[in-house]
């Protein structure tokens, strides 16, 4: 009877074992990511709250937006309007891009090949969001225009915000349904920022190059869906498209790399400042060392010179003398 049992007594002992090397996997890449989040904590913190910054100054420019004839615009002219009923497939595909990038930056807990570590990963997405979103903040402030989503037209309720009653309903962003049903902030797109900075993110750190072209396919389908919901003008999106790309090419070039962790990387955990000062340091000092190891080298080799070429004239001064 027994050995009817033992396909599943070593099926249970296989899934323990792979179990415990998951854990202990999972438990040294969060040693390696606590170290890297104890150094580079203040400026992730610094950029999740500007997230509800931004919030906040889209929220506030709903109170300034007024409702208007819709703007004459090449995109709603060549694509069809979704309406009020199919409008949910932009949100439905920015959600899945978006979690889908999340997942992915966690990857490196439990999947052995790994190329990034997800602290730095995510301190270089934020810092492209922070300056997009910033750019942005600037831009519809400056110029608002009437709104072309359905609740943002003549004669919705949610168009005009009525003035606040304190200063708490603007602070608390009448969550979730002002973030939803917001007028004012179009130019440019939130969503674009998101969708393109996370995957040209993926397109750089990424490994599977099916996902990649899907990706960027997923971003093109994205914009058409944002101005067929009639969600934005399709300069909104034209502008993201440009925008976000140049500012990403900026960070790459003034934030360092990082590391790789791919197979054969000698390095585990990259070295902090304290450390990369450190090192700094302790070069300089070995060449300095070295630079004066020379100099005392060159001088004991020209004094010996010296003493051989005295020698030897004293020796030919002695034979001549004879």
Known sequence: MIWKWMPLINMMFYVGREASKLWKKIFMETYVELQLLAEKWKFLL????????????????????????????????????????RAYLSETLFSVIFFSFLLWSFHPFVCHGKRFYTVLLWLRVLACLVICQTLRIFTFYSTILPGPNYHCREGSPLAILPHPDSIFEVLLLNFPRGVLYGCGDLIFSSHMIFTLVFVRTYYKYGSNRFIKMLA???????????????????????????????????????LPEMPDRSVGSQQILPLSSKEKESKAKEENHKLLNGDAADRRQRTQSSGKHIENGNHHVHSEAAMNGV
Do not use: C
């Open 216 to 254: 960027w396919l997923m971003v093109i389908l994205q914009s058409l869906l944002i101005v067929a919901a009639r969600k934005h003008y399709s300069v909104d999106v034209v502008v993201a498209w440009y925008t976000v790309n140049l500012v990403v090419f900026f960070v790459d070039t003034k």
């Open 46 to 85: 610094a950029g999740l709250v500007f997230q509800y910054f931004h919030g906040l100054a889209a929220r506030g420019v709903h109170y300034l937006h007024r409702p208007g004839p819709v703007l004459h615009d090449l995109g709603f002219a060549i694509l069809p309007e979704l309406g009020v009923q």
